[in-house]
């Protein structure tokens, strides 16, 4: 079973991003910013992370860099999820090393797009 | 919804698109027909069908525009995609160069765009093979409110993150206010054409491959015979027609045969 960190400081998003993930068959826990994130990846790598971009204390992209450049970092699949909807935003993820990006609002056909497309061979 | 206007509507769907409406469609006929008849007027849904077989062209063209505009989105079940990347488009191409003219492929149920755009962003990453013989892509479809939205190139936010990747949406998009701007190059390379799958497409000229999926499903199997045969002679022997997953041609057509190495794709026998 893959395993998913949703990192949200949304309780709601993380709630219904947590439904849709556990019925496409991912095993998945929760962060609510960045640092925890950071915390809960570098005791337990998941094999993917969806990430908002704006949180409290750190932010998606900062963790996005941190954990890119840690030991064993650049094995999750990352998908950002963020209300930050235009091009620059997007390439600036990719850049830093998304994989894949959703912008809110979504809905499940969308979710679940992404993640099923994550691991297509 | 009275029985008679459903009857009506049914029959005027069938001569006009040769469509099946079955009766468990009533909810749907409803909900897809209510901003028609806002937008020209009629008390109710009831009042729309009984003039509707002598109404004005414009009106007759909205209820079909309702009844036939179904949901798209890009790379839908990638398969054919693939199949078209890795052996159609190449195959195509070499035709092409043979024949010394443009490789030419036909989105025969083109909808709001996304299958014909789909098709353009692989002909422009492989840009170098066919640059040569120039190619085309002309999308068709029954409503002309489909067409004009696929011309526009313009996608919601919900639309282009179906079956788009990010990468795929920054190479090949702007974003214009709320909407989505496909790039101008991967619009010159399609046509659209309003088209009636039950008319002869003689006018469209021959094709190295045909995408005519989730639409055969609609019709019954006289209809789906004569549009079969339509299909055919725009292809030339081993030309491909690629149909919708669930779609199957046995005892319907005898005109094609299953790809064996492609799903979804069938031949013209060579």
Known sequence: MKTCLIVDDSTVIRKVARRILEEIGFEVDEAEDGKEAFEKCAKNMPDSILLDWNMPVMSGLEFLK????????????????????DIGHI?????AGADEYMMKPFDREILEGKFLGLYQD | MLEQSVAIIARFMQQKAGIQLSANKIYMIEARLEAVVKRFGFAHIDALAASLPMAMGEVQQAVIDALTTNESFFFRDQKPFDAFEQALLPQAIARARDEDRKVRIWCAAAATGQEPYSLAMILAAKKHSWLHQGAEIVATDL??????????????????QRGLSAQQLVQHFTKIDEQWQIAPALQHMVQFEVHNLLHNPARLGQF???FCRNVLIYFDVETKRQILTHLARQLPPGGALVLGASETLVGVSDQFKPDPNLPMVFRRPE
Request: with cysteine; glycine share 6%; charged share 20%.
């Open chain 1, 66 to 85: 941190k954990l890119r450049s840690y030991v064993g970092g650049e094995m999750p699949k990352i998908v950002f999820c963020t209300t930050e909807n």
């Open chain 1, 91 to 95: 390439a600036m993820a990719l850049k």
């Open chain 2, 143 to 160: 409503s002309q409110t489909a067409l004009s939205r696929a011309k526009s190139g313009l996608f919601t936010q919900f639309e282009v």
């Open chain 2, 208 to 210: 190295d491959t045909i």
